[in-house]
């Protein structure tokens, strides 16, 4: 396994990583947490980054809302370094025909304390759900005001899109991992906090939201899929919030079990994929040594995975990950080192 890394570009205090497609071609985004943070966009190694926006900053998270024309971006904004995120929300950035010139920023909608989105397809409508990392704070460390699932219908018309009223979830705490599986024609989003991981099934008609509360101990970041393909999803976690150890889990005998352990510290990064074709894990610390490792298993049946450092002293804040044809794309938001950079995986 070869790995060649790439500065794509510099950015102060990076935080959120995305990708898509612009007329055709791979486009790679990147925003800074810090106020008055840049979004950056660039369309591959060598080529110069156009920059979508100047601020706000306090950027959270980056989607497209279509990947295969990523014209149109959503991004959370107002989270600020530390926790000073009671103007937290969601803004919808819009590219014009120039993509080397600012693009239109149009604020949606207003979530105090807001730290991950998602999209998904509820009953036939585009929804965004929206988790916050509590509700309120009287002070840096004050943990008393749980936060929630909000869902928003996606009404990219309206001037504001309205927010449910009732969160779909309550009374939950230091959230930090939402993870959307998709598989076999279903959604399902995952949902990881002080209180646990819960499951939640998106309907697909008019049914209810099917909610379930599958771990009760803290968790932080969440991936989940069928690592060992036996048919059965298992859950990769990070514990507890920005914690010291990543889990595999398994269903046995009709109860999770933690069948793989590996140290991390300050763990912020938890992804589950395929890379060069096989069952892989990509962890991240922001502490010690703050690597970002790729685990690939080697025996199933064992839960032997075999090592491969990405990079050490970064401090990988988040992640995507791109499967092409003759190579493996790792876009990884640098604290650190204040970079977006590449991982080309052959």
């Known amino acids: 396994m070869s790995v060649e890394k790439t500065k794509l570009f510099a950015l102060a205090q990076p935080y959120a990583v995305s990708s898509g497609r612009i007329d055709g071609q791979?486009?790679?985004?990147?925003?800074?947490?810090?106020?008055?943070?840049?979004?950056?966009?660039?369309?591959?190694?060598?080529?110069?980054?156009?920059v979508i926006s100047d601020g706000p900053g306090g950027c959270m998270g980056l989607f497209p809302l279509d990947p295969n024309n990523s014209r149109s971006l959503l991004a959370i904004e107002g989270f600020y370094p530390i926790f000073q995120s009671e103007g937290a929300g969601v803004a919808l950035y819009t590219a014009g025909s120039d993509l080397t010139r600012p693009w239109t920023r149009r604020r949606i909608c207003d979530l105090p304390f807001l730290h991950r989105v998602a999209m998904v397809t509820a009953a036939g409508t585009p929804t965004l759900l929206a988790a916050t990392l509590c509700s309120r704070k009287d002070f840096r460390d004050d943990w008393s005001w749980p936060g929630a699932l909000y869902r928003i219908e996606a009404r990219p018309g309206d001037a504001m899109w309205p927010i449910d009223p009732h969160?779909?979830?309550?009374?939950?705490?230091?959230?930090?991992?939402?993870?959307?599986?998709?598989?076999?024609?279903?959604?399902?989003?995952?949902?990881?906090?002080?209180?646990g991981v819960f499951s939640i099934e998106v309907p697909k008609n008019n049914?209810?939201?099917?909610?379930?509360?599958?771990?009760?101990?803290?968790t932080s970041d969440i991936a989940v899929m069928d690592l060992d393909n036996d048919g059965e999803d298992e859950i990769l976690t990070i514990e507890p919030f920005h914690g010291n150890k990543a889990c595999v889990?398994?269903?046995?005998?009709?109860?999770w079990q933690s069948v793989f352990e590996h140290a991390v510290d300050f763990g912020h990064v938890a992804w589950a994929g395929k890379i060069r074709g096989r069952t892989s894990v990509i962890l991240g610390s922001r502490g010690g040594g703050?690597?970002?490792?790729?685990?690939?298993?080697?025996?199933?049946?064992?839960?032997?995975?075999?090592?491969?450092?990405?990079?050490?002293?970064?401090?990988?804040?988040?992640?995507?990950?791109?499967?092409?044809?003759?190579?493996?794309?790792?876009?990884?938001?640098?604290?650190?080192?204040?970079?977006?950079?590449t991982y080309k995986i052959t």
Not at 169 to 187: I, S, W
Not at 249 to 255: H, L, P, V
Not at 307 to 335: F, H, K, Q, R, Y
């Open 26 to 50: 791979t486009a790679y985004f990147a925003a800074s947490e810090r106020r008055d943070g840049q979004i950056l966009l660039s369309t591959g190694p060598g080529r110069a980054a156009s």
């Open 249 to 255: 889990y398994k269903q046995i005998d009709g109860r």
């Open 290 to 341: 703050k690597e970002l490792i790729l685990l690939t298993l080697d025996d199933p049946s064992l839960w032997r995975f075999k090592s491969t450092i990405l990079d050490m002293n970064v401090a990988p804040m988040n992640i995507i990950v791109e499967n092409e044809s003759e190579c493996d794309v790792v876009l990884a938001a640098n604290g650190e080192t204040n970079e977006a950079a």
């Open 207 to 218: 049914s209810q939201w099917k909610i379930e509360r599958i771990f009760d101990w803290p």
């Open 167 to 195: 969160p779909l979830l309550d009374h939950l705490t230091k959230n930090h991992g939402l993870f959307v599986r998709r598989h076999a024609g279903r959604e399902t989003l995952y949902i990881g906090a002080d209180e």
